[in-house]
């Protein structure tokens, strides 16, 4: 395919610091180009320079005659006052005005297109204003408003940053369907994995900077490990030669004075190679991520019963039973503005929840059994002075204007880490920062450093309840993987919310994922959850489809004759197969609905085997309400 963009020997420095140098990549067709690497590399920096909005020091960016991009930063910018259909169609006039959109031709037509991607992308209400969008709603609005421009080249930073699953889930759509070739920075593995068509990993671990494969994320991790699995074979062998140099180049100096003078300057080339391979081999080094638990072992550390809450007139979740537990990761699902960083609010204790429904109230009168010590109806009981930390997507408690070093030790030159004091050196250092960085204001520190300061302060704190909202924004793959690992030894309760899939598949142990209309749904690991979202999102495509073709039928039966079958009519087994399979599906829908019911149990929920075995059973019963809808689909076409 034909090279849409080429940039050579780019090389950008700020102040004493050299981000790259050398580095070359070219951009095809429709190719889906993955920029990562550690924070700091200059992943966003060159990306900038590639999409023309910052300038190289050396080298240079060709981009195809006609060729046409778009970019989207991570922080968007919308004109105050702007609503959902204005962001779009505004920018649509102003290229039109400037000549660079040939595919419209007036107001009008900028109209339209805006309002075919805003429905594309979800958006229902246009006259919205921006101002009252999320984070990840304002999100998709900014990438619509590039995708509308039908750029060339798509170039996108961070862009699953603040989207929820079902955000990212359009995005891997978008870009996947698009005819247009894109180049993300990104760290999100699950995202890497789905869309990346070659993937380039700034590091100095690489001779040229840069280490570039055709591929997804796992075929990455492969190739990147063979080639430092075989750079590793190099720097041994080379060292082998150097130290047989450096007994030859000591055998005095009247025996020197007869060496050739080449194989000498071969000898200190080899020692300059192998500073170098060394240099590179040096393991990069990851944020040291250790949170300290208080040590409690109560099982029950948080125990919510039949809680409900609304806010602004809308139900968020209704009658939630939830127990949080030493060692089990609470994973929370949810679109967007579906009231899961509220449920965190609520078992944190800053939000009471609202009084008991009259169903709960019920359901308490009419229980028998009951496990000893719940609490009543639409309330939380917590464990005596548990201490809960909490990491907010916000971080709006960091003042911007002080300094690192009174950020990672407000008041003395020195922090108490796990009963130890430690200086603000070692501590900066523990962090990846340098002495230099300490008398810097946090607001010039890049968004993944400035959440290695918010994870250095939680660390300082004991905890019985990690609670964490968001926390692999901004943070590079390496850090992510060092914080998986971490929470993966926190002998507490862990509540996470996160965009991150590859994360809560590793991590959780037990899923609850609303639904914005004030249901809660309980699953045993991600998986399960995966499975029944795309049952469910199967089964509204089918129904879509049914409804679609049934009023096709209506109108070709009003307008024209009746057109002879074409289809192969049903054996007599298949009619009898058809007749039993709908009281099938009624009946696997019934099993699934009191399993799910089973699940919601407070006496369920305590029961971690129970739950698992009812969650399976669960799960199985979702599957195969899919296969008996699919294939009642199929025979019912035919008749």
């Known amino acids: 395919m034909a090279v849409l963009l080429t940039a050579q020997n780019l090389a950008k420095t700020f102040g004493a610091k050299t981000l790259f140098e050398g580095i070359g990549l070219s951009v095809h067709e429709r190719e889906r180009l993955a920029l990562i690497g550690p924070n700091g590399s200059g992943k966003s920096t060159l990306l900038r320079i590639l999409a023309g909005d910052n300038i190289a020091d050396e080298g240079a960016v060709t981009v195809r005659k006609g060729v046409r991009a778009a970019y989207v930063p991570q922080r968007?910018?919308?004109?105050?006052?702007?609503?959902?259909?204005?962001?779009?169609?505004?920018?649509?006039?102003?290229?039109?005005?400037?000549?660079t959109l040939a595919h419209l031709h007036d107001d009008h037509e900028a109209d339209l297109a805006a309002d075919l991607v805003l429905d594309r992308a979800g958006f229902i209400d246009l006259s919205q204003p921006v101002s009252s969008l999320s984070g990840g709603q304002r999100k998709r609005l900014a990438i619509s408003r590039e995708i509308a421009k039908e750029p060339d080249?798509?170039?996108?930073?961070?862009?699953?940053n603040h989207?929820?699953?079902?955000?990212?889930?359009?995005?891997?759509g978008v870009l996947r369907s698009g005819s247009f070739a894109s180049i993300v920075v990104t760290h999100d593995r699950e995202f890497l994995e789905t869309i990346a068509t070659r993937i380039a990993e700034l590091s100095r671990q690489y001779p040229q900077g840069l280490f570039t494969i055709n591929g997804n994320y796992s075929e990455f991790l492969r190739r990147k490990q063979e080639f430092l699995d075989g750079q590793a074979r190099q720097e041994q062998a080379?060292?082998?030669?150097?130290?047989?140099?450096?007994?030859?180049?000591?055998?005095?100096a009247q025996a020197r004075r007869t060496k050739s003078k080449s194989r000498i300057d071969a000898s200190y080339q080899r020692m300059d190679e192998l500073a170098d391979l060394r240099a590179r081999n040096a393991a990069p080094r990851a944020t040291a991520i250790d949170w300290e638990s208080t040590g409690r072992m109560t099982q029950k550390?948080?125990?919510?019963?039949?809680?409900?809450?609304?806010?602004?007139?809308?139900?968020?979740?209704?009658?939630?039973?939830?127990?949080?537990s030493p060692e089990n990761v609470l994973g929370l699902l949810g679109p967007n503005g579906s009231g899961k960083s509220t449920l965190i609010r609520v078992l944190t204790g800053e939000l009471e929840p609202d009084p008991p429904t009259p169903e709960a109230i019920r359901a308490d009168a009419d229980a028998v059994n009951l496990?000893?010590?719940?609490?009543?109806?639409?309330?939380?009981?917590?464990?005596?002075?548990l201490r809960t930390v909490i990491f907010s997507q916000h971080r709006t408690e960091i003042d911007l204007g002080i300094t690192l070093a009174e950020a990672l030790s407000p008041h003395a030159d020195a922090v108490i880490y796990r009963g130890a004091s430690l200086h603000i050196n070692t501590w900066a250092r523990k962090f990846l920062f340098t002495t230099q960085q300490l008398k810097q204001p946090v607001r010039a520190l890049s968004g993944g450093?400035?959440?290695?300061?918010?994870?250095?302060r939680l660390m300082l704190e004991p905890a019985d309840v990690l609670v964490l909202d968001e926390p692999t924004n901004d943070l590079d793959i390496p850090s992510l993987e060092v914080l998986e690992e971490s929470l993966e030894d926190f002998p507490g309760a862990v509540v996470l919310v996160t965009h991150d899939r590859a994360m809560l598949a590793r991590l959780s142990t037990h899923i609850v994922a609303l639904d914005g209309k004030g249901n809660a749904r309980h699953f045993t690991e991600y998986s399960q959850w995966e499975r029944a979202h795309a049952a469910e999102r199967t089964a509204i495509k089918a129904e879509a489809r049914a409804a679609a073709t049934q009023n096709a039928t209506v109108e070709a039966a009003a307008t024209s004759a009746p057109a002879v079958p074409s289809k192969k009519k049903l054996s007599y087994k298949e009619q009898r197969e058809l007749a039993e399979i709908e009281p099938e599906i009624q009946r696997t829908e019934q099993l699934a609905a009191d399993l799910e019911k089973q699940m919601n149990d407070p006496a369920v929920i305590a029961d971690y085997k129970k739950f698992e075995d009812v969650s399976r059973a669960f799960a199985a019963a979702q599957a195969k309400v899919t296969t008996l809808f699919e294939r009642w689909q199929e025979l019912d076409s035919r008749q």
């Open 76 to 99: 968007d910018n919308f004109s105050e006052g702007a609503t959902v259909h204005s962001a779009v169609a505004d920018a649509l006039k102003a290229d039109m005005a400037a000549g």
């Open 153 to 160: 080249i798509l170039l996108l930073d961070e862009p699953t």
């Open 163 to 172: 989207l929820d699953v079902e955000g990212i889930e359009w995005l891997e």
């Open 238 to 252: 080379l060292a082998n030669q150097v130290r047989e140099d450096l007994r030859w180049l000591g055998r005095g």
């Open 301 to 324: 550390l948080v125990v919510a019963r039949a809680i409900t809450k609304s806010l602004g007139g809308k139900r968020l979740f209704t009658d939630l039973d939830l127990i949080l």
């Open 371 to 385: 496990p000893p010590g719940l609490p009543a109806p639409g309330t939380i009981k917590r464990a005596d002075k």
């Open 449 to 456: 450093e400035q959440a290695r300061i918010h994870i250095a």
